[in-house]
């Protein structure tokens, strides 16, 4: 009996354990992910990534600051600082209505708010005078690559002429059903035809309330020249912005809206006396466990290398293009990807790829400078000439893939 009980206190932790986990659900992480978060962390094709990298690339000398209170809160958005950006990236947006009238004040102040979602409540309609309507919303949080095709337009005025921007991804986006002219202004059009995107004045600040977030997510951006499509957002914005604040409060808020039928088992662990109670119980049966077992331990498992969605993520995209034969606007893709992902993770930041920068990444990352010399050869040769074969561009994809890997 002696020698069992460890492992029965083992398989009462995994059952304690599994019971805890049973009603939160975490997406399954996939090579190439369809997942559509939104987040500004996330790298994978529907994250917001590269939206938010390019915030700070377009404002370079403001602040970003991360809220995760209420609009209304000093701490973050200050009593009386003007010229204030309020980024709002949610799947769906439905504050209540001190919160909206929090955001008005901070309109009114001076202030620009910026809302991308694919849908709005009640609350906002009514003061916008703008209803929402959503298309393929039943397909969220998941989408695909290559089964839609979404078409995002800009309207003239404000912009210099009409254009529009197109990708092979997921087609899942808002409209408004009818819009007031006398307050708002159409700036944006959805796949259909029907306004996605206007504009509100109020006092001396902006409203942009955008429905279509897709058109935000790091497939769309990085797909042919799409970026110009953030840049002419970004353009309405005021240049001299001293501070960028990206919202975390709602979608904190719809986090908790969703946890809040978990089960029973969730319910009691909001007790923090409770929860101390059974944590400090399971780290207790771990320990006694651990030390009982820890000499009849045997084979220690391999812990896999996690997999390199970024690289998945290059290999999909390179696809489409190879396959059009458009091996320059690739390759093109390939070094500018390519010196970002160094400027990230290695920190260098050389204007010129000359020997320092060829000993200096080779240092960091690991990898002999005969490779990295061949990859900036041919990035060079890229900027320089602007002409490239399908021979020249399997090697110049070998030569990254292998960069990636050796490191």
């Not at 094709?45 to 809220?67: C, D, R, T």
């Not at 009238?101 to 620009?112: E, K, P, Q, S, Y």
């Not at 458009?326 to 990807?337: E, F, G, V």
């Amino acid at each position: 009996m002696k020698k069992a009980l460890p492992y029965i206190l083992g398989a009462l932790l995994v059952a304690v354990v599994a019971i805890y986990l049973s009603g939160i659900r975490m997406p399954k992480r996939k090579a190439v992910s369809t997942y559509i978060s939104l987040n500004k962390r996330d790298k994978n094709p529907y994250g917001a990534y590269v939206f938010h990298e390019s915030l700070k690339q377009f404002f370079p000398k403001a602040k970003f600051k991360i809220n995760y209170n209420h609009p209304g809160d000093s701490k973050t958005f200050g009593d009386y600082i003007q010229d204030q950006l309020y980024i709002i990236l949610q799947p769906s947006f439905n504050p209540d209505s001190y919160e909206v009238d929090d955001l008005i004040t901070f309109i009114d102040r001076g202030n620009t708010v910026f809302i991308s979602t694919f849908n709005i409540n009640q609350e906002l309609s009514r003061f916008v005078k703008a209803a929402s309507l959503t298309k393929n919303y039943r397909y969220y949080p998941f989408g695909n690559y290559n089964g839609d095709t979404m078409q995002a337009r800009l309207t003239m005025p404000p912009f210099m002429g009409p254009a529009t921007y197109a990708y092979p991804g997921t087609l899942i986006e808002g409209s408004f059903k009818e819009t007031d002219s006398t307050i708002s202004q159409v700036i944006g059009s959805a796949d259909n035809g029907a306004p996605n995107f206007i504009h509100l004045k109020k006092g001396n600040g902006h409203l942009y309330i955008h429905l279509s977030p897709m058109a935000l997510t790091n497939y769309f951006l990085l797909y042919n020249n799409n970026m110009q499509y953030f840049e002419k957002i970004a353009s309405l914005f005021p240049a001299g912005t001293p501070l960028v604040i990206w919202d975390e409060y709602f979608s904190s808020n719809q986090s908790k809206s969703r946890s809040q039928n978990r089960g029973w088992f969730n319910a009691i662990m909001q007790n923090p006396y409770f929860r101390t109670g059974v944590l400090t119980a399971l780290l207790l049966i771990l320990i006694y466990a651990l030390t009982e077992m820890r000499r009849r331990q045997r084979v220690i498992p391999v812990i896999e290398k996690p997999k390199n969605d970024s690289l998945e993520f290059v290999k999909t995209i390179g696809l489409l293009y190879y396959e059009r034969g458009d091996h320059t606007n690739l390759a093109h893709k390939l070094s500018t990807y390519f010196l970002e992902y160094v400027r990230s993770r290695y920190k260098i930041f050389a204007k010129d790829l000359d020997k320092n920068f060829i000993e200096e990444l080779s240092y960091k990352s690991g990898v002999s400078e005969s490779l990295v010399k061949d990859i900036v050869t041919q990035v060079s040769r890229i900027n320089n000439e602007g002409v490239f074969t399908d021979t020249e561009l399997i090697a110049f994809q070998n030569n990254i893939e292998a960069f990636y890997n050796k490191e």
